[in-house]
């Protein structure tokens, strides 16, 4: 049996129950899995761990939630791991599991008309929330950073045609980690350009993606954002907290190197501060050890942390879930990538929840927060209104 085209791939992930997308940047690694052969709800890292060491031949994907609130009647987005029947790997041909007969692609989509928004909630009351925190966070010099997302809530017209939705998210979005859990009528999307971490053979990556504005219409434009965002005193002050954190959290898992200064991640709509963390991971410390020592990290959730998370639930009005959260895959040696769950969307039907953050300090304007976070829904935003 020859291996099936990505078209028969995507139409398998529409066609079943439970079903998992992956796909790192450069594209070099490049995953759908399909059914579940083992599955874990709820777990947190420890669980998680434990369910991993018990053995497994094939990848595991899933995602963890964000904290200790729970999503209403959703088995997805309060976390869950499961171990596909069936993983194919689009780079290596490699097939994990039953190789499946599936059945041959359509040669023509039977795609509907495009699909339409009919009905968009922000939550307007966000800017007067976060004036609360900066007026803490201006009397309470030992608080330094706390990042609080709002959720957009839409109603589309039909519900979404996954095939268009991979064949988009892989268009708009080509340089960013590609990551789409189906759990029978839930689906979680993100299209994120952060990392968490990742380990191979040993050595340790993870990154500082904090700090951000808008891309320039034109070349010009762009650099002179670019500029303005290496030399902004809030974003580097943002970046430098997160940078030292990570640092700090990871000293007694790993050997890091850093860099002096960060450079520049672009997405399509937005560019960030960056700086990539490396190093060589100690004798028997994991993935998931380090994942569980970085999360939340001050990008998704603040300094001091527990301070920071007290905050968000009681600022937010609706539970994270998977949104900023670790998500990805885990091999069986345990090895493997966990990014992060931003630029994401939460699809149930014809109903779909974005979510995004924005870093909050001392001198921060909540209006423009605001309309960072409106920024960072963007990538969704377009996918959604590209659907066919």
């Known amino acids: ?101 599936l059945p041959l692609a359509k040669s023509t989509p039977t795609y509907k008309q495009k699909n339409q928004i009919i009905q968009q909630r922000d939550e307007t009351t966000w800017p007067n929330r976060i004036n609360r925190v900066i007026d803490s966070l201006l009397t309470q010099a030992d608080k330094q950073k706390v990042v609080l997302g709002r959720q957009r809530l839409l109603q589309l017209a039909t519900e979404i045609n996954l095939v268009s939705l991979i064949q988009q998210l892989q268009e708009q979005q080509p340089n960013s980690y590609h990551f ?73 898992l790993a050997k890091l190197d850093t860099i002096s200064q960060p450079g520049i991640l672009k997405t399509p709509q937005i560019q960030h501060l960056y700086t990539p963390i490396t190093g060589n991971l100690k004798a028997t410390k994991t993935l998931l050890d380090v994942a569980q020592r970085l999360h939340p990290t001050p990008a998704l959730g603040g300094i001091p942390v527990e301070w920071a998370l007290a905050i968000i639930k009681e600022t937010e009005t609706f539970a994270r879930g998977l949104f900023a959260s670790p998500i990805g895959m885990i091999m069986p040696n345990g090895d493997g990538e966990l990014v992060i769950g931003i630029r994401s969307m939460y699809v149930v039907a014809k109903t779909v929840r974005l979510f995004a953050g924005a870093g909050i300090l001392a001198e921060s304007q909540a209006q423009s927060e605001y309309q960072e976070t409106a920024l960072k829904m963007e990538p969704m935003m377009s996918l959604l209104e590209n659907l066919a």
């Not at 194919?88 to 039953?98: A, F, N, R, W």
């Not at 700090?211 to 002050?237: F, M, V, Y």
């Open 1 to 101: 049996m020859n291996f099936p085209n990505e078209l028969v791939l995507q139409e398998q992930f529409a066609a079943a129950k439970v079903a998992v997308y992956f796909a790192n940047p450069a594209k070099t690694t490049r995953y759908y899995g399909f059914e579940v052969k083992k599955e874990i709800f709820e777990g947190d890292f420890q669980a998680v761990q434990q369910w991993r060491a018990e053995g497994h031949t094939n990848p595991i994907f899933g995602g963890f939630k964000f904290d200790n609130q729970k999503t209403a009647l959703s088995k997805l987005m309060n976390g869950y791991f499961f171990e596909p029947q069936t993983v194919y790997e689009l780079v290596t041909k490699q097939v994990y599991g039953i190789k499946q007969k």
């Open 180 to 252: 789409v859990l189906k759990y029978y009528d839930e689906v979680f999307v993100s299209a994120t350009p952060e990392r968490l971490v990742a380990v191979k053979d040993g050595q340790v990556a993870t990154a500082a993606v904090a700090g951000s504005i808008k891309r320039g219409t034109t070349p010009l434009e762009d650099t002179k954002l670019q500029t303005a965002l290496l030399n902004d005193h809030k974003n580097l002050q943002e970046h430098t907290y997160v940078v030292a954190t990570i640092v700090k959290k990871l000293a007694h």
